[in-house]
C-alpha cells in the first residue's frame, strides 16, 4: 500500500521513532502503564517469537538484556517511565 503526497509530507516530520510507532502495528494494546513510555519496544503484529501474554520489552532496565513485560504485570510506578515526546 503506497503512501499518500500528505502522509509522506506528515512522514517527514517525524523522528525515527515516531515513525515506526506510526508505521508499525503493535500485537496487542493494553492499558499497561508501559504503553506511554519511551523505552518500551512492543511485539510487532505478526511476529511469532515471544509468549502470548508478552507485550514487549522495556529498553531501559536490565540493559542489555531486555526486561520482558507481561500485559498479566500490574505496574503502578516505574523508576525507568519517561513519557513519550
Known sequence: MAMKKEEMIEAKKL???QFL???LEAEKHTDHIC????????VPKG????????????KKIH?????SISEM?????????????
Open 73 to 85: 504485570d500490574v505496574i503502578k510506578k516505574c523508576y525507568a517511565f519517561e513519557a513519550k515526546s
Open 21 to 23: 510507532a506510526k508505521v
Open 63 to 67: 540493559w542489555p538484556h531486555y526486561w
Open 15 to 17: 523522528n525515527p521513532v
Open 35 to 42: 504503553w506511554g513510555c519511551k523505552y518500551l519496544k512492543w
Open 47 to 58: 511476529s511469532g517469537f515471544p509468549p502470548a501474554d508478552i507485550i514487549g520489552w522495556c
